[in-house]
């Protein structure tokens, strides 16, 4: 942790080398365009059962993208991709129209008593050993026989791909994980899982790898091992050899689809550092219809971002109108494939419409709309949190909260931004296609609530008063990083590069 003179010194820096330091304050002039009505008025669109959940590759998201871009060439924003505001790619959507486990003398129900995660092809029924083995060290290898085996794994607060990957090379031939406490959690995810049932899981095309990987909750592991959980635990800590192995028998039959989907982009171009981009994101995809056809209308998940980046280019349109362009450039990302895992992030950064080199930053904003558990019995509610701002740079934190203190006095709240958050939000929206490319970010972000994905994300539940202050903290942001004379430098390390 630096210092107090540090931090002082720095601080002192960020204003002074604030454009608007002793000048007229045009970023509050731009600020207050940003309107709880206006947002409202898009996300009342966006989140309707007319747009349908905006499932990627659907039809709702296609409507979606064209509401955007109505919005964004009615501010004169341009589109950066040979004039066109989208950036098309494909998807293969991966079903599996036969997926079985059994455990012992237990048959597993799908999407209830265990989800398919891994990935597997496979023409008939495979027979082996359950084998316990917690925690994928080289200790723990060196007590249990893997090879041939399904591996059992505790992966709590652990890099899963990781673990998989361990056990994997060393010759297991499948994996039954945990990776969250508590049976309540596990229910979310399953029931997720149940309502896309059907759809597909989709990806970047890819052959297949024979990684049956299958997901229980931690007490169903205990049963399945006949083993009581903190039994199990120290097990993986100590000595997982002591865990009798079970008998298991799982098959995976995979189909095979294509989508098309796009990015949606507008720009708008800087004026004397107009090679410098920063990027403002969100995702305007959620996860459609449920199996039971339920809409998952997706309010707060991500309908809140993509209002929120609306308005702020509308706001920075507007300056530019009047004469005040930024001196960086600014592209207004939105990307589809979040849902899936990043996807769209992950194609911008493969396929960059401008050097990342030349990318400053990334201000990404993923549900902004409403009050978390943390807070929802606060005397204060007016609260973000804020993940990711001060590890690749110095400065980008502290030009933050500069602008909190200056405008809009919220509670700037940095808990999920610890390298062990068990929840790995950090990991789990479309900044972290930027950061692995080691371009600085800031994660704006409200919590999880009941309605996470759920039919119930709903716009009367939105809390627009909160989200107008929400989304103008991150305006006067962007309108620093985007006018001061010198970018954010990258002087820290990068430890959070693997999902």
Same mark, same amino acid.
């Given at each position: ?12 820096? *960020? $204003? ?31 989140? @309707? ?6 499932? &990627? ?31 098309? /790619?494909?998807?293969?959507? $991966? ?28 023409? %008939? ?25 399904? *591996?059992?794994?505790? =992966? ?10 361990? $056990? ?26 149940k309502s896309l049932t059907g759809k597909g899981r989709m990806g970047f ?10 997901? *229980? ?23 997982? @050899? ?9 098959? $995976? ?25 920063? *990027? ?11 199996? &039971? ?38 592209? /207004? ?36 709309? %409403? ?17 990711? @701002? ?10 933050n909260e500069y602008n909190n203190i200056t405008y809009t006095n919220l ?6 931004? =610890?390298?062990?958050?068990?929840? %790995?939000?950090?990991?789990? @929206? ?51 990083? =985007?006018? %001061? ?15």
């Amino acid at each position: 942790m630096k210092n107090k003179s540090t931090l002082v010194a720095l601080f002192v820096f *960020v $204003v002074f080398s604030n454009p608007i330091f002793g000048q007229e304050d045009l970023s509050l002039k731009y600020a207050s365009t940003i309107q709880s009505g206006d947002l409202k008025k898009h996300l009342t669109y966006l989140a @309707s059962d007319e747009l349908k959940g905006r499932d &990627t590759g659907s039809e709702g998201q296609k409507l979606a993208a064209d509401y955007l871009i109505d919005f964004y060439k009615a501010n004169d924003l341009k589109g950066p991709v040979d004039g066109s505001y989208l950036q098309p /790619f494909q998807l293969s959507s $991966v079903s599996w129209k036969e997926v079985s486990l059994k455990i012992g003398k237990t048959k597993l129900t799908l999407n209830e008593d265990f989800v398919f995660v891994g990935d597997a092809d496979m023409k %008939r029924n495979k027979k082996t050993d359950l084998v316990f083995l917690g925690l994928a060290s080289d200790e723990n290898i060196s007590k249990v026989k893997v090879e041939g085996k399904m *591996v059992g794994l505790w =992966a709590i607060g652990n890099n899963v791909g990781q673990a998989i990957n361990k $056990v994997m090379d060393a010759g297991a031939i499948g994996a039954l994980i945990v990776t969250m406490e508590g049976q309540a959690n596990f229910d979310r995810m399953a029931n997720r899982y149940k309502s896309l049932t059907g759809k597909g899981r989709m990806g970047f095309d890819k052959p297949t790898e024979q990684k049956p990987v299958f997901m *229980v909750s931690s007490i169903k592991m205990g049963e399945l091992f006949e083993t009581p959980v903190d039994v199990l635990k120290e097990a993986a800590k100590n000595d997982p @050899s002591v865990i009798p192995s079970q008998k298991a028998v799982f098959k $995976v039959v995979k189909q095979k689809d294509y989508v098309d989907t796009e990015n949606v982009m507008a720009f708008l171009e800087g004026t004397d550092k107009k090679e410098e981009v920063l *990027v403002i994101s969100s995702h305007y995809d959620h996860i459609g219809v449920s199996s &039971t056809g339920e809409i998952n209308n997706g309010a707060d998940d991500d309908g809140s971002g993509t209002v929120s980046v609306m308005e702020i280019a509308e706001a920075f349109a507007q300056a530019a109108r009047d004469g005040y362009s930024p001196r960086r450039s600014i592209l /207004f990302l939105n990307v589809t494939g979040e849902e899936k895992g990043l996807l769209g992030s992950e194609y911008y950064s493969e396929n960059p419409v401008f050097p990342l080199e030349n990318t400053v930053n990334n201000i990404n904003i993923d549900m902004v709309g %409403r009050i978390d558990y943390e807070y929802q019995d606060a005397e204060n509610q007016d609260y973000v949190y804020v993940i990711g @701002s001060e590890m690749l740079s110095s400065q980008l934190k502290i030009i933050n909260e500069y602008n909190n203190i200056t405008y809009t006095n919220l509670i700037l709240d940095y808990r999920y931004d =610890a390298e062990d958050d068990p929840n %790995r939000f950090y990991y789990r @929206s479309d900044h972290y296609n930027f950061a692995k490319h080691n371009i600085p970010v800031i994660f704006f972000f409200n919590g999880v609530h009941d309605d996470y994905h759920r039919p119930t994300d709903t716009v009367d539940k939105i809390e627009f008063d909160l989200m107008e202050k929400r989304a103008k903290l991150i305006f006067h942001t962007a309108w620093d990083l =985007a006018n %001061r004379e010198n970018r954010t430098p990258v002087d820290g390390t990068n430890n959070r590069t693997d999902r």
